[in-house]
């Protein structure tokens, strides 16, 4: 049926004959391609998991025995999410549901002893993450072969000074180099590891954008969520710590 409205009367769209029985049941036998609204609902769907896990985790006052196991399980499970060829929307709920357990015991902990310091890691994490798209989205930061080059080798070298500071301090003893010990270098390494592992979020928005562009298979949406998840995951722990180095 044709619309009444003349604005249209001119559309493609319009002029176009209804598809044929075959034509539709050959639509229909098609795979169906990867879409940014797809990517938008199993993020979503993944990360209400994580928040009701975590809430159920902070009510029932987890022990770190628990946490602790839940932190293991949730490891696992993100290496071989990694490693699978094959995205399994499974394996990545269930990644979703152990990590929340994870969040939920650590955050309680954490508001025991800075009262707030939950919500203030949340809203400091969304804001993060809603400043970061909105850069992207405005044409601000792109994922161009310098920026990722930079931002790649910046976050790999933090994670190995990480690396050589908890070394160092399981050899040694002590803080290691200091990276954690709530002190001046402390707070600077947290906020540099903070910036660039922020920085990592426009090079998901782009390699999402570059899979909707090729036609991958709608069940990649589960695997951008799962990319997304695990940075917003580590994204909120190391903003707690930060806003702790301050309330001390």
């Given at each position: 049926?044709e619309s ?13 004959p ?5 034509e539709l049941?050959?639509m ?5 391609r990867?879409?940014?609204d797809a990517v ?5 769907l993944l990360l ?5 896990t975590g809430g ?5 006052d ?22 699978k ?6 394996l990545?709920?269930?990644y ?8 939920g015991?650590v955050?309680r902990y954490m ?6 310091i939950?919500?203030?890691?949340a809203?400091g994490t969304?804001?993060i ?7 992207y989205?405005s044409?601000?930061l792109r ?6 080059k930079?931002v790649v080798?910046a976050?790999i070298?933090?994670?190995a000074?990480l690396?050589?500071?908890y ?14 010990s709530g002190?001046g ?10 910036v660039v ?9 782009d390699?999402?954008?570059r899979?909707?562009?090729a036609g ?5 949406a ?6 997304l998840?695990?940075t917003l995951?580590?994204l ?5 710590r930060?806003?702790?180095?301050f309330?001390?």
């Amino acid at each position: 049926m044709e619309s009444s409205n003349p604005v249209f009367g001119n559309a493609p769209a319009l002029k176009q004959p209804a598809p044929s029985v075959a034509e539709l049941e050959e639509m229909l036998r098609a795979p169906q391609r990867l879409t940014m609204d797809a990517v938008v609902e199993k993020t979503a769907l993944l990360l209400g998991l994580v928040v009701l896990t975590g809430g159920l985790a902070w009510v029932a006052d987890v022990g770190p025995g628990l946490a602790m196991g839940a932190a293991i399980v949730g490891l696992v499970l993100a290496l071989v999410n990694i490693f699978k060829r094959q995205v399994s929307p499974g394996l990545v709920l269930a990644y979703g549901a152990v990590e929340g357990v994870f969040l939920g015991a650590v955050s309680r902990y954490m508001n025991e002893v800075y009262s707030g310091i939950a919500v203030q890691a949340a809203v400091g994490t969304t804001a993060i993450f809603a400043a970061v798209l909105f850069a992207y989205k405005s044409g601000r930061l792109r994922a161009t072969p310098r920026f990722t080059k930079i931002v790649v080798g910046a976050f790999i070298g933090l994670f190995a000074m990480l690396l050589v500071h908890y070394l160092a301090a399981w050899i040694g003893g002590g803080d290691g180099l200091g990276l954690r010990s709530g002190g001046g270098v402390a707070i600077l390494f947290s906020l540099a590891f903070i910036v660039v592992g922020s920085l990592t979020f426009v090079l998901d928005f782009d390699a999402a954008e570059r899979m909707v562009e090729a036609g991958v298979p709608a069940r990649e949406a589960w695997r951008v969520a799962f990319g997304l998840t695990v940075t917003l995951v580590w994204l909120y722990l190391e903003v707690m710590r930060l806003i702790s180095y301050f309330r001390d």
